[in-house]
């Protein structure tokens, strides 16, 4: 079993649209993150939910947000899509606590035309 | 807020040669070290860490890394490459019992055969 899988896992479409990534995780974690990655391959953290609450909300356009309906899940909403959010979105989760191990999707290459 | 260095961009080594990739960090207080790969179209996958006690902390695939906390710095080693290393290596690091993971910008490891 994928320890935290996300879908769908190539996503394309135009500008202008609303799309929606999902993400679940099966491992008891309480935390769950998205990251960004752009095409130089540098990844900066997006959100973070501990126990659906939101915990870290990094400068982010708001036409992105998040939704976490349980602990096990965290879903990214992006509204209005520009040509600058192509990206490869990864979900992430950990349990938190001193050390903060954290374990990744496989990503979701994100193609805005 | 940390921040994380990763001096060599891309490294191409021929098989069997050693390996060293640069890491260096800046918070001035304790944090957890990490190296993350991440192999062609794949997530990121936890390579080693660093929590405390013994500086030289070893990893899967016979890699290992030295914190020096005097130079701030987690460089990632492995003796002898294979091909199969061909990936792409990030360090990471977070303040101790905090949620935010700070990425380095990644090297890109190119492995001849």
Known sequence: ?113 | AQSVSQHNHHVILSEAASLELGCNYSYGGTVNLFWYVQYPGQHLQLLLKYFSGDPLVKGIKGFEAEFIKSKFSFNLRKPSVQWSDTAEYFCAVNAVGANNLFFGTGTRLTVIP
């Open chain 1, 1 to 113: 079993d994928t320890a935290v899988s996300q879908t769908p896992k190539y996503l394309v479409t135009q500008m202008g649209n609303d799309k929606s990534i999902k993400c679940e995780q099966n491992l008891g974690h309480d935390t769950m993150y998205w990251y960004k990655q752009d095409s130089k391959k540098f990844l900066k953290i997006m959100f973070s939910y501990n126990n659906k609450e939101l915990i870290i909300n990094e400068t982010v356009p708001n036409r992105f947000s998040p939704k976490s309906p349980d602990k096990a899940h965290l879903n990214l909403h992006i509204n209005s899509l520009e040509l600058g959010d192509s990206a490869v979105y990864f979900c992430a989760s950990s349990q938190f606590g001193l050390e903060n191990i954290q374990y990744f999707g496989a990503g979701t290459r994100l193609s805005v035309l």
